[in-house]
C-alpha cells in the first residue's frame, strides 16, 4: 500500500488527493499496490490494465515518490517511475526504429497533456518469443516494454493530474491506439 504517514507534507498530501480524484478511462483498471519503502519516505503506486471486450491490451505501474528534502539525482521533491508494457505485431518487434518510437510516445504523451518534467530517463525493450517442447503449439509472441521516470514539478501552479492523464494515454499508446480527445472515450466495439 502507499506508504504516507499522518505528518506527510502537504504538496504530498494534494498528490495523493489528485489520485484519488482523477478519472480514468472505463476501459483502465487501477488497483493501489504495494509501493517502494526505502527510495523515498512517502510513495504511492498503482498498477492500471487497459482491456476491451476481450483481454488486455496493456498493462503498466506508476509509482509517485516524495522526499520533501529533495534527492540530487531527480533534481526535485518528486518523481514518478513507471513501466507499460503490451503486445504487438511480430514484424514490429524486428522493426530498429520501434525503441524510438516507443519513446516518442512517452514525451509526446507528456508533451500533450502540458506535463512540465525534467530529467526524463528510461529504456524500451522489444521482445521476441517462440515456444519449443511441450509449449511448440502456442504461438510466437512480441512484446515491447517501455521504462521511464521523470521529475514532475508539482506546486500550486502544476498539479499531477496532467501527468497522470499523460501515463494514461501512454498505456493506450503502446496497445496501438490513438490518443483520444480530452473528454473522450472509446466506445466498445459490438
Known amino acids: 500500500m502507499s506508504k504516507v504517514t499522518p505528518l506527510a507534507p502537504e504538496a504530498f498530501h494534494r498528490a495523493l488527493e489528485e489520485f484519488r480524484r482523477m478519472r480514468w478511462r472505463r476501459e483502465l483498471s487501477i488497483d493501489e499496490i504495494g509501493s517502494p519503502q526505502r527510495i523515498a519516505p512517502h510513495s504511492l503506486a498503482i498498477a492500471g490494465e487497459l482491456r476491451d471486450d476481450e483481454r488486455t491490451v496493456s498493462s503498466g505501474r506508476l509509482i509517485l515518490l516524495h522526499d520533501p528534502q529533495g534527492n540530487d539525482a531527480w533534481h526535485g521533491t518528486f518523481r514518478l517511475v513507471t513501466y507499460a508494457r503490451a503486445e504487438v505485431d511480430l514484424e514490429m518487434v ?94 466498445a466495439p459490438r
Do not use: K, N
Request: glycine share 8%.
Open 94 to 187: 524486428a522493426d530498429p526504429l520501434l525503441p524510438e518510437v516507443a519513446w516518442s510516445w512517452f514525451e509526446d504523451a507528456l508533451s500533450a497533456h502540458g506535463c512540465d518534467a525534467t530529467q526524463l530517463a528510461g529504456t524500451v525493450t522489444a521482445s521476441y518469443g517462440r515456444s519449443f517442447g511441450e509449449m511448440a503449439g502456442d504461438a510466437d509472441t512480441a512484446e515491447v516494454e517501455l521504462r521511464s521516470s521523470w521529475t514532475p514539478l508539482l506546486d500550486d501552479h502544476h498539479p499531477l493530474t496532467p501527468h497522470l492523464l499523460a501515463w494514461q494515454e501512454l498505456l493506450g499508446l503502446v496497445a496501438g491506439e490513438p490518443p483520444l480527445p480530452a473528454g473522450v472515450s472509446m466506445l
